[in-house]
């Protein structure tokens, strides 16, 4: 995912993992966007769940599973 800087103005990309893990820590902390910051001037940059979907077609919620509990 190609992403220009709001800041610099300089391009740069988050590659597919990280935009998986974006996803993940999205869905889990229930956020909406997903700060990711530019290798260039070091600033935030807000992207959108809607747009990280949009990258990653194929990413679906992991679901945490559910430990028996120990006081059986």
Known sequence: MQ????????????K???IVAALDSLQEQNLHHYNAY????RRANRISRAE???AAPDWKPTKKE???SESE
């Open 16 to 18: 597919k993992e990280e």
């Open 38 to 41: 530019c290798p260039h001037c």
């Open 66 to 68: 559910s430990h028996p």
């Open 52 to 54: 990280l979907e949009h």
């Open 3 to 14: 992403i220009r800087c709001n800041h610099c103005n300089k391009p740069f990309a988050l």
